[in-house]
């Protein structure tokens, strides 16, 4: 299941969450699984630790605390968020790096690599649809895709570069035209 990158990027207040704190715990369960399919099926498993921000799903405390990187009529039409709600450019250029803690971490854990969620309208799919956001983070395709593709570039530059990086993308989103 996924794994968050940080506190309010957490679906909910059990919601894995890999840090310092805990790596060893995630360690063991590493071992475990492997452990475990080496028992019963005699195949070593490639492990993967899926690391996401929920975005505007967030509910670290439990109740929704919905982090987006822009207003979006199709996900807003009944209830509109306040824009206390849409992350900063300096919120965002700091989360590649909890992206490479996490990668790290998760490779110390003796995971074989990591996916970077892009996907099911999470914090970094919502981005690749970020047209009208201004700065660099949304309108031309290059400033959309910046965050996802300098999490992954600092998640490679954090691992020993035995763990591979992978991302989840979704196909299609289905917003309606121009975008």
Known sequence: EAC???RQGRANP???WIREENVDAFRRLADEMR???LRTTGVAPVLVLQLTHSGRYS???GDPAPRIACRNPLFEKDMPLPDSCILSDDE???LPERYA???RLAEEAGFDGVDIKACHRYLLNELL???TR???YGGSFENRTRLLRDAVRAAKAATAGGAFITSRLNVYDGFPYPY
């Open 4 to 6: 968050a990158v940080c």
């Open 92 to 94: 965002l250029r700091a």
């Open 134 to 136: 201004p700065g660099p």
């Open 101 to 103: 803690c996490s990668a």
């Open 14 to 16: 059990r919601q894995l």
């Open 129 to 131: 649809s970020a047209h």
């Open 59 to 61: 509910k670290p405390e």
């Open 35 to 37: 452990e475990t399919a």
